[in-house]
C-alpha cells in the first residue's frame, strides 16, 4: 500500500504564496507531478520532477510555481507565488503517473 498525503492549502488572497508538501509512504517515485481541478473542469498537469531534477510546468503557472524534491525526506514541494483566482482548485499529488494522494484545497480570494 502506497499513500501520498498532500497538505499545506488553504485560504490565500489573491498575490499572496502558499507551499504545498507532498509526503509519500516510501521512496519517491522517478516522476512526480503536481495537479489540479477545478469544480466543472478536467483535472490538468501542474508540474512534473523527474528524478534527475529536469521540470515542467504548464503555461498557466510558469515564473510562478516552483517544483522541487527531498529524496530523503520522502517529500515534493509545489512553491507557489504570485496566486490568481482562477488558481483556486484541489491539488493533488501524483508518482509515475499511477498513484495518487486524495488532494488539498486551495482557494484563492479576489
Known amino acids: 500500500q502506497v499513500r501520498l498525503v498532500e497538505s499545506g492549502g488553504g485560504l490565500v488572497q489573491a498575490g499572496g504564496s502558499l507551499r504545498l508538501s507532498c509526503v509519500v509512504s516510501r521512496t519517491i517515485f522517478s516522476i512526480m507531478a503536481w495537479y489540479r481541478q477545478a469544480p466543472g473542469k478536467q483535472r490538468e498537469m501542474v508540474a512534473t520532477?523527474?528524478?534527475?531534477?529536469?521540470?515542467n510546468y504548464a503555461d498557466s503557472v510558469k515564473g510562478r510555481f516552483a517544483i522541487s524534491r527531498d529524496d530523503a525526506k520522502n517529500t515534493v514541494y509545489l512553491q507557489m507565488n504570485s496566486l490568481k483566482p482562477e488558481d483556486t482548485a484541489v491539488y493533488s499529488c501524483?508518482?509515475?503517473?499511477?498513484?495518487w494522494g486524495q488532494g488539498t484545497q486551495v482557494t484563492v480570494s479576489s
Open positions: 501524483g508518482g509515475n503517473y499511477v498513484y
Open positions: 520532477i523527474s528524478s534527475d531534477g529536469t521540470t
